[in-house]
């Protein structure tokens, strides 16, 4: 007789396989034809022997295969070895970390910061420090699983606002007396951007912090950054996994905050910390990104290049001009379709499906990089369009259509 546990594991698992939503993962190799000239062409990878271009991706600027970067990763290893060997408190925080810290306070306007090994466990442990129960918090509809996991262990209570509605927003805060609102600089499933600003002058009238997940925007999006983003934003979470294409995030805000994660943030104090030789790589990329301003000048022509051709070709995109680019579908089953079309045509995007994003929404989420070659884009929107409309999702003008005869 199968036990209590693998009872519910099978019946699960054959629920999510019913609605389309079984979740597997692929193994992919590296494209070595592609290796010999790594910086000059678009992403690849190869999966069952065979090269697929890649738009499913968050290394935006090409970052993770820059031999420079292979380099620092390399004499970091040298320098101090391959791990951290123990958490920050005990003797795994080094001079490597703390070079890190500073080139992202220099690069923000922050005060301090604190690393963490993911993005997920900065947010989680941020959330979870900052509040308890008696705190009320106000955070977008869809902010990261990390922002409401960390949220929901905290014990503090949250009220949502309708996405990017500041009038949402508002009145939350000044119903509820909220300690903090939270919300991402670029959502990382519509790519749409918050009005920063305009939160921060809302939290600033109601005494609220503005805590701002910058997973998507650090090092890719101009505007409040650059030395300004203290100014508009109380806490400010970073990711190394994104723009700057290595691994590890960090807590920015004031020197009091960051005492106070040191004191009380679990996933900090009882974690392995990040190795040395990631704090070495993560400081070098971000220092690449400052030296080479082209890449995010080549990442803005790619977006502009991708969303004209989308346009000539009536795909109907959401409307985002960042380097996130989805296109919902709405139907699972048929996401999933498209997608895997596209792969039988070369071109990898990512199918993304509930509970990722809300029921019925399912989309082609389609990410452009600065090492995107503009042939291969041109490719993916002409293949796009083909798929589309041999599978049956309309176009943007049969889509017009019927709108008008509601
Ligand atoms: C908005 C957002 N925040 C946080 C994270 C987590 O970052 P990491 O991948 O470094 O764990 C992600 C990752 O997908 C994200 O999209």
Known sequence: MSSLLETKIVARQHALREQ??????????VDHDLNTNASTSSPRFVFEGRAYI?????????????????????????????????????????????????????????????????GFSANTALMKTLFDQHD?????????????????????QLKRFLHNSLESAERLLARHHASALITESVFSMDGDCAPI???????????????????????????????????????????????????????LGSQALIDFLVSNARE???STALSPANAALALAAAQYC?????????????????????????????????A?????????????????ELRAAGIWVGAIRPPTVPVGSARLRITLTAAHAAEDIATCVAQLAQVLSRVGVPLVTERQATDDHR
């Open 268 to 270: 900090y104090i009882y």
């Open 20 to 29: 389309g939503l079984l979740r597997q993962r692929k193994v992919l190799s």
């Open 324 to 340: 996130i680019q989805p296109l919902i579908i709405g139907d699972a089953r048929q996401t999933l379709q498209v997608a895997e």
């Open 290 to 322: 400052t030296a080479h301003p082209e890449l995010q000048q080549k990442l803005r022509e790619n977006i502009t290049l991708f969303k004209r051709l989308c346009r000539e070709a009536n795909v109907p995109l959401l409307g985002s001009d960042t």
């Open 197 to 251: 600003a305009q939160l921060s002058a809302l939290c600033r009238q109601h005494h609220a912090w503005l805590v701002v997940d910058d997973a998507h925007g650090f090092a890719v999006l101009d505007g409040y950054r650059n030395a300004e983003a203290a100014k508009l934003i109380d806490v400010q979470v970073v990711t190394f996994g994104k723009a700057l294409g290595c691994q590890g995030a960090a807590v």
């Open 54 to 118: 890649n738009f499913s991706s968050n290394d935006y600027l090409g970052l993770s295969r820059v031999p420079e970067l292979a380099e620092a990763l390399h004499l970091g290893a040298q320098t101090y070895g391959v791990g951290s060997g123990a958490s920050p408190l005990v003797t795994g925080y080094s001079d490597a970390h703390l070079a890190l810290e500073r080139e992202l306070c220099a690069l923000t306007g922050h005060e301090a910061a604190l690393l963490f090994c993911s």
């Open 136 to 156: 009320i918090v106000v955070a977008d509809k869809l902010v990261h699983a990390s922002i409401i996991d960390g949220l929901h262990d905290s014990g503090a």
